[in-house]
């Protein structure tokens, strides 16, 4: 099976036996010296001075943690969303009791900074502005640079970032961009299982944190930040998810940081290039189109979920579908972490064989 | 090595390469068969009509769904705590504002039903007893079945479990116990890699959910239940552990509960019957001891820290140190899961070899 929805991705053959590789103690030296290793690598990639942890979770526990380690109920959150995942973080910051004000922007079109910065001239005492990096429901990324600069002209809030399907394939200069929680998943651009949620902090989220009253404890980084100095993690870690991130991680630093960016870049060109030879159209506008997930209309004439079932079973390849309001209309091609050429072209021609298949019936 | 803390455990080779398998859309169908199946196969070994969840977190993330999901900030508590974990219960109750009244019994023994008898009389409004099944940090279980009725005999509160180190290793039939909430972990008896917290829930537990106020998303198990109505985890799930889980739990129907835990009885024996072999006393009284973990008290003329660093350094038996006020004070041989008699005998021989050439340095 091309497994090209948008996470997990597939796994290289090395990847998959590491997964597979015997059980290790935790808390013996082994581990101490992958945790080390794992946490200057995700530094190195984002571009951070900053603390960065490892949680056994799924993508959304480093949302839940970006929320509930810098906030206090009742304060005062921005969220912009672009799509269902932007509207999951405003949904996590209420749970929480925060006080969240949704704008909300077309699906299919990325955020806009200007109206950002309006909303935020109303909203003097704003804690937090809350943010989707790639919105992997409707293929968009978000102008997260632009939109952070203005959150630090115009206010004192952290930027609190949902890199799940972003960080690793798309730039994400955390330090230059001014960004103060980074939250991201394994099985993403990371070339691993899912199973673990990684998360990076700026210094002004780590004094965030010391006073943030939202109540936690598993996702409490004071807990890792004191068990990271000893090398060890907190709780016992999904350890499969973790051989496999140590060796992705450093196979990305091998290849170059630019290397594995370009790479994705031009990739997802292929994508949306592909797309355009059928005559398709694409969901997003190309100027705002996602590096690591390309969304596609489905033709009038289709039906969607039967397109994802045929590519699936006739061909061998799992496109993603539309999710919520797109259910059907939209069809998505994973292109985040390993990645070959043939990967995108089987795609393409699955998607065109399906459509005349269905047509022809 | 002959991996002997009390979990991760050591996995057999089909256990591994079902962990190394390539990654699958969570989405579909083949997904929807494995989620079905071992939450059936889940219930029957816990011998429960309730529901069940697979949550991607460590058994941590179980204690603390266990929590989240059934109480209200300001519901009065009532710890059992015989040891680390026992602690740990009651800080995650704390840390979400509940008001805990803590028991506290001497390490290396178990819980007196009857002291739990008298303090409920005096806390009518009790609206959970939370409590350890098998202390791992001291290898005592707890008698939960008498907890149970006598929790049932003098209240209405809720009975939160932490079986994480004792569920599939030790008899807790849960329906019949009138157990509320049981949580446990994949990397425990279950035989599987870490990753995956596994939660339990009677009527009663479900109730109460309704109208929690503890606020929580990532671990709220509403999300899990509407899910899994559609075969679907609410958040990726950590596959690594799925894959080798759902192997382990249809191993454990296949060769019989009642064999795998009389297994685990057999294999405890050994090593309790080794360690005296040897001269050494065991921690706890032996009418309490753990079926799942052998806790060993370190002859007064022995560093402690040396005795497990030679045991793993020079004859490749990793064994537990202790814990908190325990280190040093003890070692622990894990023997939950998959235990063949020669792993324990391997034990036993690295600790007397160990303790030899610590004595004739």
New interface residues.
Partial sequence: ?N?R?P?????PDEV?????????????PQFAEIIDRMTANFKQVLGTKGRAYFL??????SM?AAIVNTLS?GDRVLLISIGSFGNRFG??AE???TEVTRIEFEWGTAADPERVREELRSMPDCAAVIVTHNESSTGVVNPIDAISRVVHDESDALVLVDAVSSAGGVPLPMDDWGLDVVGT?S?KSWVA???IAMIAMSDRAWEAHKTSK???????VDQYEKFLQIGQP????????IY?LDHSLQAIIEEGIEEVLSRHSARAQQARDGAKRLGLELFPDASVASDTVTAVRIPDDIDGRALVAHA?DVYGV?LGGGQEKLAGQIFRIGHMGWVEPEHIEESIAAVEKSLADLRNK
């Fill in positions: 099976m497994l929805i996470g997990p991705v597939p796994l998959l036996e590491l997964a597979g590789s015997q059980m290790i103690n935790h808390r013996g056994t979770a799924s993508g959304t526990g839940e109920p949904d996590i749970a929480y009791d998943a099985q299982p899912p199973g939202i109540p936690k404890y598993y996702f409490d907190p709780f016992t870690p999904a350890l499969s998810t496999a699936r799992e």
